[in-house]
């Protein structure tokens, strides 16, 4: 519906303006298409793509090892990019993929005010 809609928009648009945040994207865990996303590269259904697939992997690992059947967070280091994978609050199924610059943002920092923005859910609700 529409008020969802804007209300996804507005948090990928959030994560975006975070320090060192080239991308983000809120994708269906399912099928891995994208519902809000902003940024420029890549694409959001590429980058839908590609978190449906990592989640899908540590999902996988982790019934393996008898940790969780919840969908997973995560944060991954790689070369010259951080990406943060976690579920988007109030919204069963859907997942939230950051891209960050490994120069320019803070891993840390950037996962606990992706976490404060959990409050635009939190006030939506009690709207």
Known sequence: DAPTAELLLRYVQQVHKLNGVLDACVFDASSGRSVAHAGSAPDADLLGSVGSGLLASLTRAALRLALTAELPEAAVTLDARHLV??????????????????????????????QRLDELFDEAAGA
């Open 85 to 114: 994978l976690r579920p988007v609050p109030r919204h069963p199924g859907l997942m939230l993929q950051a891209v960050l610059d490994k120069q320019h943002a803070n891993l840390t920092l950037a996962r606990l005010q992706i």
